[in-house]
């Protein structure tokens, strides 16, 4: 396949090919747009240099019961269960993930229109945003599988055509994360560079991917390289921290075999001006609940009535 003269970050090779560094900026937001927002700049300035920030206690505990009250309902909802944006673990009928989940809860869509979140997401985006992509990630205690090492801007760029890196991911657990139910983990610093990843991807990758990925993997060498020179970070807290991080930040989640579960809200702001093209890879757009094409308007932050809905 030759590589589209659009395509500034080059992947699923034929064959290795080098590392380089990013071409957008970190933080979009210049000047006063830059300062004007919930984020102080010694924050924007952390976020640029690791990739990720992390708030503790971001959610109530009130809000965050709730939420586990919607995810107990929805693994006993059989028309959930067969949907195909439900993931379930390798070989087992267990849940994984449930995508396009802010289009099944209103209480989630409203989380995602949070005005302090879409602050939040203004500031670091430079622009308005919408939901790209949402799911609630499941890992039960003692045989919850991990997540392999990967850049979700790697695949959203050859799967699902994002052009740049003008993305953002919020992260916020449902559960205390401990260093013993597998916890996120990041490289720091790692956003910084770009690893092109080997491999021709098959249509409808995703079906076998969000299971196990195996595609848009980086070699063992780079990250390798990487954890050396930033090491690894593996934020824990209680139940309702948030973890905002980078799209190319390069991080993964080792397997739970402690008996206690993991789960977390996820959703992923896309700016306006970074609307979806062609797939780099050359393949059929992913399904919506993927990569979002359909509802890609700015979104309106919650009214006061309606946010006190969401708790």
């Known amino acids: 396949m030759e590589?589209?003269?659009?395509?500034?970050?080059?992947?699923?090779?034929?064959?290795?090919?080098?590392?380089?560094?990013?071409?957008?900026?970190?933080v979009h937001s210049k000047g006063s747009e830059r300062a004007d927002g919930p984020l102080s700049e010694t924050e924007l300035a952390q976020y640029e240099?690791?990739?990720?920030?992390?708030?503790?206690?971001?959610l109530d505990q009130a809000t965050v019961r709730q939420f586990r009250e919607d995810l107990r309902a929805y693994e006993d909802d059989e028309s959930i269960l067969r949907s195909e944006g439900t993931i379930t673990e390798p070989g087992k009928q267990e849940i994984r993930s449930i995508f396009g989940i802010h289009e099944l809860s209103d209480r989630f869509d409203r989380l995602t229109r949070d005005p302090k979140i879409l602050a939040m997401v203004r500031q670091l985006l430079g622009?308005?945003?919408?939901?790209?992509?949402?799911?609630?990630?499941f890992k039960p205690g003692f045989h919850g599988k991990g997540f392999d090492w990967h850049s979700d801007f790697e695949t959203w760029h050859a799967e699902d055509g994002m052009p740049r890196m003008r993305a953002v991911s919020f992260s916020i657990a449902l559960t205390d994360n401990t260093p013993f139910n597998g916890p996120l983990m990041l490289i720091?610093?790692?956003h910084k560079t770009f690893v092109p990843c080997v491999g021709r991807t098959p249509e409808d990758n995703y079906q076998s991917s969000l299971k196990k990925q195996e595609l848009g993997v980086p070699n063992n060498r780079d990250l390798a390289a990487m954890a050396d020179d930033y090491g690894i970070k593996a934020p824990t807290g209680p139940a309702g921290s948030l973890i905002i991080f980078e799209c190319n930040t390069l991080h993964a989640s080792n397997a739970n075999m402690s008996p206690w579960p993991r789960s977390n809200l996820f959703f992923v702001y896309n700016s306006v001006e970074n609307q979806l093209q062609a797939p780099f890879c050359g393949n059929k757009p992913r399904p919506d609940f993927l990569g979002n094409r359909n509802s890609t308007e700015a979104l309106v932050p919650v009214t006061s009535?309606?946010?006190?809905?969401?708790g």
Do not use: C, M
């Open 305 to 310: 009535e309606e946010r006190r809905k969401t």
């Open 127 to 137: 622009s308005e945003a919408y939901i790209h992509q949402s799911r609630i990630n």
């Open 3 to 26: 590589t589209r003269a659009d395509d500034f970050y080059p992947t699923r090779l034929e064959r290795p090919t080098g590392s380089f560094e990013r071409q957008d900026p970190v």
């Open 188 to 190: 720091p610093g790692s």
């Open 49 to 58: 240099r690791d990739g990720f920030l992390v708030f503790n206690n971001f």
